[in-house]
């Protein structure tokens, strides 16, 4: 078990259930979650974990150089789980400037901490950098990514997220940080923020407003159910060999219009007919396509199978129905996200508003 784990963007949506299963799974005897608590950070997502006394929040931005190097001063993590980071494609194409700060700048921020704080005594530390497939960038009908696919990213966010990886594996081969890299596909589940397809869609479609699907709706996306994702970090953090990337996939790829039709037919039968008895998918509207669209991303993740004996576990049927009754269940949390007062959660627990 780890002395101290820290997590950056523990309050986002990956980030807050792997929170959830560390604590659940015995980990480590502390967790430390750093997070800025930007539009997409959410404490209410850990209200359940908050008086554990193995977990403590700091609310901090990774790129603040002095408070990431007093925190691995005074917390000497034994490893480091980095989720934080802006991570919506269509924020990123507005307004890229936040993806350099926090994906490229933030992550070496950190990475230079750990570096400083480890110093030669690297045997026992972990720095697990979370990243995207999306690196990769766009395949056509077929293909997956394999870890020694290039890199090719085609939107300011993929593009940042790659940077970030470089750098990382960069620490470890100038500096020998023992850092571990993950390019995970497009992840589903609870406490999911609304701006992202699933949630979004699931919200809209159970109060009757229009389905926005971009383009023709036959982008793909391989899609991991996000327990599934934990699972796979908390063994890659075991078992993985410094050095070394592992792409992380659900083998389970999905057209985003059938992901939408799924969706429709799920709330019609667990929500009940629209008022006007018009099933969900007459709500469905093709939209202006996002610019530079990535077609179709396609995990191959035979080697964290085959090395280190990680497999998905939930199908993407059972996934999608957790899901949906996950959202259906809890119309507060989605509500507080949409009318912006889950930001005053904050102010209950802390006395102070957020910025
Ligand atoms: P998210 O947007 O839901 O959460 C991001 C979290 O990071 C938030 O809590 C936010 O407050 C925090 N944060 C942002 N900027 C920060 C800063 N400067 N300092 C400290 N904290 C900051 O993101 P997510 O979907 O949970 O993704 C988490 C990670 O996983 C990201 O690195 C993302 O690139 C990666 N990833 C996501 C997916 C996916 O499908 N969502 C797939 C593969 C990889
Ligand atoms: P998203 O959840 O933003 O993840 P990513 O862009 O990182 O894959 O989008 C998933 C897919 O759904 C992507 O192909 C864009 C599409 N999409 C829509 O068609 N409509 C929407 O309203 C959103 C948010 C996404």
């Known amino acids: 078990m780890l002395k101290t784990l820290l997590v950056t963007g523990g309050c986002g949506f990956i980030g807050s259930n792997f929170v959830r299963f560390a604590l659940n ?5 502390n967790l430390v979650n750093l997070d800025k608590l ?13 008086s554990d006394p193995r977990y403590r929040f700091v609310k901090g931005d990774i790129t603040d150089t002095a408070l990431v190097r007093g925190l691995f001063e005074e917390t000497q993590p034994d490893a480091i789980v980095h989720f934080a980071a802006e991570s919506h494609v269509d924020r990123s194409i507005v307004g890229p400037g936040d993806f350099v700060q926090t994906n ?15 110093g030669k005594e690297t045997a026992q530390r972990r720095f697990l950098h979370v990243s995207t497939d999306e690196v990769y960038g766009s395949l056509g009908e077929t293909g997956r990514f394999t870890e020694e696919t290039a890199y090719a990213p085609r939107s300011p966010y993929s593009a940042s997220k790659a940077a970030s990886d470089h750098l990382a594996a960069a620490s470890f081969h100038t500096y020998g940080l023992p850092v571990l890299i993950t390019n995970c596909s497009n992840n589903y589940g609870p406490f999911q923020f609304p701006e992202k397809l699933m949630p979004l869609i699931i919200n809209n479609a159970l109060h009757g407003k229009d389905l926005p699907v971009y383009g023709d709706g036959r982008n793909v996306r391989d899609w991991l159910y996000v327990e599934d994702h934990c699972r796979a ?6 078992k993985g060999i410094p050095g070394q990337t592992y792409n992380i996939g659900g083998n389970n790829e999905q057209a985003n219009i059938d992901i ?11 929500a009940g007919p629209l008022p006007s008895g018009a099933p969900r998918t007459s709500l469905i509207r093709f939209v202006t396509d996002r610019p530079g669209h990535d077609r179709r991303y396609a995990i191959d993740a035979t080697k964290i199978r085959r090395e280190l004996g990680w497999e998905p576990q939930t199908t993407f049927r059972e996934g999608l129905r957790r899901t949906v009754a996950w959202y259906l269940k809890h119309d507060g949390w989605l509500q507080a996200v949409l009318d912006g007062s889950y930001r005053d959660y904050y102010q209950s627990m802390y006395g102070e508003r957020l910025s």
């Open 233 to 238: 970090l908390r063994t890659v953090l075991e």
């Open 104 to 118: 490229i700048v933030g992550t070496f921020t950190l990475l230079e901490a750990a570096r400083a704080a480890w």
């Open 38 to 50: 930007t539009y997409a950070g959410n404490l209410a997502n850990l209200a359940d974990v908050a």
């Open 260 to 270: 939408v039709t799924s969706i429709c037919n799920l709330l019609d039968e667990l």
């Open 25 to 29: 799974h015995h980990l480590a005897e």
